[in-house]
């Protein structure tokens, strides 16, 4: 290792320690699989013996389960001469990456095996990050039919760090003797490292807040228990009020479950417990009832507003009310660009009263009290804030440790709408006006340029590495605000020449980078022209991109009023939603799922990594977000809903939760997100309210600031096309 790897891991182990005030998880190897049949993050292997399985991953049994709702099953009949061995992967969230130590390996197992007697029972090995196993356990299980805890000791397995769970990437079973055995099965749940074995019993007695019945879920909430003794939130059910099912889980620092029962007009009855680290449960809650009811469409599409907007409402960071990245995750760290997408949302949820217009003003004043202090560099807000300290958390490296004006655009078209909301005349929405306009005009969207007489905009500045990543801003992608805003500026604006100039580009910067990632000519000189499967493409690069570039300018901005020398911006966009529906319903790579109601390829976790898809065969990795199809609203409206209903009614089981829809699903690999994004959820709430009436779109436009930035962008406009004319 040379002197300056050594340093930098010196620098990013003490950067490491200096997070502390992180929340810990614990390093968890299964709770639940989100899907049924099978476990994504688990592969078997087996020569002679037998694992069973289904596409090489161990089955899911939901009948028999530690925790609600399913566990793993460990199903194997072990022939002399033959091995076979089940591991089961951590799955990394993003975000999550402070964990608990790991004094002790934690499962719970049953014995299934029919005559009861296991006599053959697995190894167990743990398996670090370069595929290297430790020694083995053997997996202590006699007694049948009922969940026994197994607390193996870290120091069993040599070559694992309590302090670094991460080290190790799985649990791994295998087959112990070589002898012939009958089928035997041991279910396994909740397999996860502890720091310690013992555990506090819980005294605190929950109380459900409210149930409400939709059309095939009930969503249930209660208040966040300050014991931190908890460790689960346990859900009961019931449909004759006397006998109680256990129906799932939630972690206790979220505040609701959504139970998706699949049945419409229903009576049910919930209560809940809480579970302390070792599972065993406390009092239970008083008995609640709610019933599931036929919606209508449009109360079909409240409702997925309704779920969306609570993510920035119950979900949001404590200290400042603003959104984080995605749930679960960082818990402290506020994402600047989500928060700016969760304000729009949260004016959403204020017009439709699922909150009062007070508890709104609250939070704006929460908000604006947070950003007006929080650090900035020339008036630009990093992408990622620390709550603790309102200071920059470099989360994606150390490069990126100083100002992302495209996140602080997101930002400020959130902020300036709600400028636009808050007009009362009393001393605290006055407030809110005021200091959004402090934040405003001290963003000096001029200063990255880099040089003076610079064409483009710059994504990134650093106090102490300048323009290190020297990023351009070029269109047409998701950026489009920046430049709009930049020009809209009373204080710091740039020349609107700067959209034609930068955003547009068309000498050998803007098609280098055009053509750098999209990987084709089409579109690299910003016009396209070209027409895919029967619609005309004006502007975009290939064929149009990740479908998420027609939503995050243009949930303030209205499309319908954009219009350069190239085209008008709700038509571009239109067509773009077209494409990228036309190409899932005619699915060239045959992914399962894809059709007329599953659609919209966009940027969205994944399987194996997030990724920006687009509807072209080398970006497709077989993954839907929801809010692909449901953000695109205004474009594709009848579209949007038959993807709506298709995602709720056909897969709420594993996709609906307690912020709406899952980040995202794949069918043909029977995986679904487990996590939340705050860059997905907003718009599906906020486009719906622009398709309904233009909610958005009409307070922003209101803006005095944003009407002066759009004459002049007009003028350069008008400028250009006589120029053309000439
Ligand atoms: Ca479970």
Not at 480 to 496: D, K, N, R
Not at 538 to 558: K, L, R
Not at 613 to 636: C, M, V, W
Request: proline share 4%; aromatic share 14%.
């Amino acid at each position: 290792m040379g002197l300056k790897k050594v340093l930098l891991f010196c620098l990013f182990s003490a950067a490491c320690c200096c997070k502390a005030q992180e929340y810990d998880y614990n390093y968890s190897f299964f709770s639940n699989s989100a899907m049924p049949d099978d476990y994504f993050f688990s592969a078997t292997d087996n020569e002679l013996s037998m694992i069973f399985n289904r596409n090489f991953r161990l089955l899911v049994n939901k009948k028999t389960a530690h925790t609600p709702g399913n566990a793993l099953q460990l199903s194997y009949i072990n022939a002399k001469g033959g091995r076979w061995n089940a591991s089961v992967f951590h799955q990394q969230k993003r975000g999550m990456d402070h964990f608990k130590k790991a004094n002790f390996l934690s499962f719970w197992a049953y014995n299934a095996t029919a005559d009861s007697t296991i006599k053959d029972l697995p190894l167990i090995q743990l398996m670090k990050t370069d595929s290297s196993l430790t020694e083995t356990v053997r997996v202590p299980v006699t007694e049948a039919n009922s969940w026994k805890q197994v607390l193996i000791p870290a120091t069993s397995f040599k070559g694992l760090d309590v302090n670094n769970p991460a080290g190790i990437i799985a649990v791994v079973f295998s087959q112990q003797h070589d002898r012939n055995s009958k089928k035997q099965t041991i279910y396994i749940d909740d397999i996860e490292f502890v720091p310690e074995k013992t555990a506090a019993k819980i005294t605190a007695i929950p109380s459900i807040a409210k149930a409400t019945g939709y059309a095939m879920h009930v969503d249930i909430s209660w208040s966040i228990p300050s014991d931190r003794n908890i460790k689960l939130i346990k859900i009961y059910r019931s449909v004759d009020g006397t006998n109680f099912i256990p129906v799932g889980i939630q972690q206790p620092y979220i505040n609701r479950y959504a139970d998706f029962t699949g049945e419409t007009n229903r009576k049910y009855y919930y209560k809940i417990n809480f579970l302390n680290s070792n599972y065993e449960e406390s009092d239970f809650s008083p008995v609640t009832e709610a019933s599931t009811r036929q919606l209508t469409d449009d109360e079909l599409m409240t409702m997925v507003q309704e779920a969306s907007f609570r993510y920035y409402w119950d979900g949001a960071e404590n200290k400042s009310g603003l959104a984080k990245e995605n749930i679960s995750g960082r818990q402290n760290m506020i994402a600047t660009g989500a928060s700016g997408f969760g304000i729009m949302a949260l004016l959403v949820g204020t017009e439709k009263k699922f909150i009062t217009r007070l508890d709104a003003v609250n939070r704006f004043i929460t908000i604006v009290n947070f950003l007006e202090k929080a650090q900035t560099f020339h008036g630009a807000f990093p992408h990622f804030i620390n709550a603790t300290n309102g200071k920059v958390e470099p989360f994606f490296g150390e490069n990126d440790n100083g100002a992302d004006l495209v996140e602080t655009s997101f930002l400020m078209q959130g902020l300036l709408a709600a400028r636009q909301y808050f007009t009362g005349n009393d001393a605290q929405e006055k407030l809110i006006r005021e200091k959004i306009t402090t934040i405003w005009k001290r963003i000096e969207w001029d200063w990255f340029k880099q040089t003076p007489d610079s064409k483009f905009l710059y994504w990134h500045w650093s106090p102490d590495k300048a323009w290190v990543i020297n990023h351009t801003l070029i269109g047409w992608n998701e950026t489009m605000v920046t430049y709009l805003l930049a020009i809209a500026s009373p204080t710091h604006g740039v020349p609107a020449s700067m959209y034609y100039s930068g955003w547009a580009n068309q000498d050998a910067t803007g098609q280098n980078y055009r053509s750098a990632w999209g990987q084709t000519k089409d579109g690299s000189m910003y016009t396209n022209g070209n027409t895919y499967g029967g619609v005309k493409l004006d502007v975009g690069v290939s064929n149009g991109g990740p479908i998420f570039f027609t939503h995050y300018s243009y949930m303030g901005y209205d499309p319908h009023l954009i219009t350069d020398i190239y085209t008008n911006y709700f038509r571009n966009n239109q067509r773009i939603a077209k494409i990228n529906y036309n190409y899932c319903v005619q699915n060239p790579k045959k992914y399962r799922g894809y059709g007329k109601d599953c659609w919209g390829l966009t940027a969205c976790d994944g399987p194996f990594d997030y990724s920006a898809d687009e509807p072209n065969e080398r970006q497709d990795h077989g993954k839907i977000a929801p809010t692909g199809a449901i953000s695109s609203f205004p474009y594709l409206p009848e579209e949007a809903m038959a993807a709506l209903k298709n995602y709720y009614f056909n897969y709420g089981s594993f996709l609906w939760g307690e912020y709406g829809f899952k980040d995202a699903f794949d069918i043909t690999n029977n995986w679904c997100s487990e996590i939340y994004m705050g860059l997905n959820q907003a718009p599906m709430a906020v486009m719906i309210e622009n398709h309904r009436n233009g909610f958005l779109w009409k307070l922003l436009g209101k803006d005095p600031d944003v009407k002066a930035g759009m004459d002049r962008l007009q003028l350069e406009t008008d400028k250009m096309r006589n120029n053309r004319v000439r």
